[in-house]
């Protein structure tokens, strides 16, 4: 009887399915409901495209405005409408607040930093982002030290990164006291498809990857709600902190969101740069290794040196942060493909110093440099990303990365993976590329639908209706006047007594009798 309990308990653990913070919310203010005392909108929120997959939630001004609040350390300008004190139930001052709160809601949904924060998360979804995620990792990452009490935090790095349930702590050795490293902790994500005993052998060979464009891990590790991967802390951060000229140990809504100052990147950084990033996702590729979360905040910058971050993620199960662009392409559906597309974001932000908040762009400033244009438009232009992108092989031909020396004799390239295992990361890879073609496909019907349906309910489609129902209608008159017609029914006009006569001659007892009549009668 236990084993049977167990049994399900796992199977009811496998299945479980985590929820996908990157998958976009609607918002749609409905109504304004006058509560007496204050005014209460009325907004439809809709998680991804499906309809059904919405509820409804009532806030008031004053929730906005704390909203706002929250999100000014971002720098970003958001455009909430002043506050009115006198007049501010009147109804057409309502209807033009209405309309400018939905603004205000587009535009923040619009940029996926901030559409990926937890205020915005917890001010439209509440019951599921309810919980302190942060008190939450603390109490996994006390755990963890129980296991592994060689370490000790130093200080938690509380929002470093943009994931809700990823969260970085500062920690060192305890026989190094002086070396300071950071832990990330994250929970499992809706692409972790690896058994608990299979992930823990997979992260134990992460320590032993060497390639002079990967940042080393230096200790990684599961528990049964997440995983934990620990690594030398930079002073000078990541790509980005450098390109946005911020301290690594901030908040990324302050360092990322709109920084005062830029550095700029010149052709030489742009060039050495994209070929180093290029030779670590090649080195991935040709191993098999899924890694799909290519950003500047996941490159770190030693010297001239980019190294990527964050290999465990894929493993653990989550989501790229460019998740809910790359979903409208059909083409872009391998764990690959979303590495090239995700560079072509990168490679826009260190040409033009900040991101891409779309999922592409078709027109580019003709002063830019032509091979680093034409690289772009292959990378992110509507055409490119219907018809299909260039393999990593193809851009390191490309004459912007092809002249770059990348020759390193420090480091030989290495990642042992056993034969077993490689067949494991190979089946997990096809299954969170089946998840994504499958999600992509639910996207496209609800496309269509949406177009057929924005279709109908347009105003030239409405009167092209209108006039073949009228064309209808006077073709059907029309049928039916000739029947009439037909049966002697109607005559022509103003021979009323005409077809008076015709009536009565038809009738037999109008009809003159014949002789022969006479006679048999």
Excluded at 58 to 64: K, L, Q, T, V
Aim: proline residues 6%; positive net charge; contains cysteine.
């Amino acid at each position: 009887m236990q084993c049977v309990k167990m049994a399900l308990f796992e199977k009811k653990k496998a299945t479980k399915l985590m929820l996908d913070d990157t998958v976009p919310l609607t918002a749609v203010i409905e109504a304004a409901q006058n509560m007496e005392t204050h005014i209460d909108y009325v907004i439809r929120v809709q998680r991804g495209p499906a309809t059904e997959n919405c509820w409804q939630i009532n806030r008031r001004y004053s929730d906005f405005s704390t909203l706002h609040d929250n999100l000014k350390i971002s720098g970003i300008p958001l455009p909430l409408p002043p506050k009115k004190v006198f007049g501010n139930m009147e109804r057409e001052f309502v209807a033009e607040r209405q309309r400018a709160l939905q603004q205000y809601l587009n535009t923040i949904l619009a940029n996926l930093m901030l559409a990926n924060s937890l205020f915005v998360k917890q001010f439209l979804d509440i019951n599921n982002y309810s919980p302190n995620f942060h008190e939450i990792a603390l109490q996994h990452v006390s755990m963890f030290f129980r296991s592994e009490p060689h370490w000790e935090v130093v200080e938690p790095l509380k929002d470093a990164g943009w994931r809700i349930r990823k969260h970085y702590f500062l920690i060192k050795p305890k026989e190094q006291p002086k070396v300071r490293q950071v832990l990330a902790w994250s929970d499992f994500g809706p692409d972790k498809f690896l058994s608990d005993k299979d992930l823990q052998a997979i992260l134990k060979i992460l320590p032993t990857v060497q390639h002079p464009f990967i940042y080393p891990v230096t200790f990684a590790t599961a528990s049964e709600n997440g995983g934990f991967a620990i690594r030398t802390f930079h002073a000078t951060g990541t790509l980005r902190d450098f390109l946005c000229k911020a301290k690594p140990k901030a908040s990324y809504l302050k360092k990322y969101g709109k920084p005062k100052a830029y550095t700029e990147f010149n052709l030489m950084n742009i060039k050495t740069y994209g070929r180093q990033i290029l030779e670590a996702l090649k080195f991935l590729h040709d191993k098999g290794i899924p890694y799909g979360h290519l950003h500047l905040s996941n490159v770190m910058l030693e010297g001239n040196t980019c190294r990527l971050l964050d290999l465990e993620n894929s493993f653990i199960g989550l989501p790229s942060f460019y998740r809910q662009y790359f979903t409208q392409f059909k083409k872009i559906n391998t764990t690959e493909a979303i590495d090239i597309y995700c560079f072509g974001h990168l490679l826009y932000e260190m040409v033009f110093g900040e991101p891409l908040n779309s999922s592409t762009k078709d027109d580019f400033p003709a002063h830019l440099p032509p091979p680093v244009k034409a690289v772009l438009e292959s990378l992110l232009t509507t055409e490119s990303c219907k018809t299909g992108l260039p393999t990593v092989d193809d851009l390191i031909a490309d004459p912007l990365f092809s002249d770059v020396q990348v020759v390193n004799s420090e480091f030989r390239p290495q990642l042992k993976i056993p034969s077993k295992l490689k067949d494991v990361v190979k089946t997990a890879k096809e299954k969170i590329e089946k998840r994504l073609q499958d999600e992509q496909k639910v996207i496209s019907s609800y496309r269509r639908l949406s177009k057929a349906q924005a279709f109908h309910r347009s105003d030239e489609e409405k009167k092209k209706r209108k006039k073949s129902s009228r064309k209808r209608l006077s073709q059907q008159q029309l049928t039916e006047e000739n029947g009439l017609e037909e049966n002697g029914a109607i005559s022509p006009a103003g021979s009323e007594s005409g077809s008076s006569t015709s009536a009565r001659a038809a009738s037999p007892a109008a009809r003159p009798t014949s002789p022969a009549d006479s006679k048999v009668a």
